[in-house]
């Protein structure tokens, strides 16, 4: 990744990320996108933008999301089983 305005790696870094959330809130406050949807293009982007190769973007946004999604499908099949 090539720094930013001669920025600091670490600075171009927030600057990265201040981007992504700017982009995130826009895209869900004025143009009513699904906030999933516009978090994972934020990741996305900002994943690019910080210079990581595509295919680790896509590994690394799809491995932590089965990680985090994964007790929710469980409490969803337990709230399903007790609902019958």
């Known amino acids: 990744m090539s720094t ?3 920025l600091s790696h670490n ?15 826009v895209l869900i ?7 999933f949807i516009t978090l994972l293009l934020s990741a996305l982007m900002l994943g690019l933008l910080t210079g990581m190769k595509p295919a680790d973007v896509i590994s690394s946004i799809t491995g932590d999301l089965a990680a985090h999604l994964e007790p929710l ?4 099949l337990s709230v399903r089983c007790l609902v019958r």
Not at 11 to 22: E, K, P, Q, S
Not at 73 to 76: A, D, P, S, V
């Open 29 to 35: 406050s004025k143009y009513k996108w699904n906030p």
């Open 4 to 6: 930013l305005f001669g």
């Open 73 to 76: 499908q469980l409490l969803l």
């Open 11 to 25: 600075a171009t870094l927030l600057v990265w990320t201040l981007i992504a959330i700017v982009f995130l809130i």
